[in-house]
């Protein structure tokens, strides 16, 4: 027989397949194909992946790392999250310092990375103009973040990666009857929340070129809130 890992992981491929089919936002799906069309000069040799975009990492994983969108020329190339962009560049190498990621760099989605206690997802699957999806648009995604989580059974801390993320967690909240109002629940690099479900909600700028190369994100406030993450789930569950 298989066991409930098993089961889980073949129902969470089934939706990460259905991800991947979507359809939903027009609008999304043209500026995807768009994209992969033109491409950019740098990447001429590439087949673009131009559709939505999958979560991934281990189907066990205590901590969800849960972004805004895939990166036009970066998710949406390499058809993984946080792949082949300078978010990519500044995201895994502190995943990989702290010990949730294998790999210090991660630039395609055959290149060997695996994911260990985390997993990487976003509140809007396909990537969007001006990296602004419509409120309609994560809408329609919402619904594969909630069946995400209701098969990624370990969860104990979501680590948001910027406002949108936080705020799209906790609307989340909200569709499950966990909380009746985002009041209380104020983003900001560092804050941590415990909600009513147990679950610990951490917050974080989102690792985007504008943030790092500002220095309002540095390598030492992104890797603060990872190891924050990291000793949150090592505890004892209470």
């Not at 129902?11 to 194909?33: F, G, W, Y």
Request: aromatic residues 8%; proline residues 5%.
């Amino acid at each position: 027989m298989q066991n409930a890992a098993q089961l889980a992981l073949e129902t969470l491929d089934a939706l990460n397949r259905e991800v991947t089919a979507c359809t939903r936002c027009p609008r999304l799906i043209d500026h995807c194909r768009k994209i992969g069309q033109v491409k950019r000069r740098a990447y001429l040799d590439w087949e673009y992946w131009a559709k939505p975009v999958p979560g991934f990492g281990d189907i066990n994983a205590q901590v969800l790392v849960l972004g805004l969108a895939p990166g036009a020329h970066g998710s949406n190339r390499t058809g993984r999250m946080f792949t082949g962009d300078g978010s990519a560049n500044f995201l895994y190498p502190v995943l990989h310092k702290v010990g949730f990621a294998s790999h210090h760099e991660s630039r395609r989605r055959d290149d060997g990375m695996k994911l260990t206690n985390a997993y990487i997802t976003a509140m809007a699957r396909c990537a969007p103009p001006g990296n602004k999806p419509t409120p309609q648009e994560l809408s329609n995604c919402s619904t594969f973040l909630d069946r995400e989580l209701g098969l990624l059974k370990n969860i104990r801390i979501v680590l948001a990666l910027g406002k949108i993320a936080f705020d799209g967690y906790l609307n989340h909240l909200k569709r499950h009857g966990v909380l009746s109002s985002r009041a209380g629940y104020d983003f900001g690099h560092g804050a941590e929340y415990r909600t009513p479900d147990g679950r610990t909600l951490l917050a974080s700028y989102h690792p985007s070129i504008q943030n790092t190369n500002t220095g309002k994100l540095t390598e030492q406030m992104f890797l603060s809130v990872f190891r924050r993450a990291a000793k949150l789930a090592s505890a004892p569950r209470s």
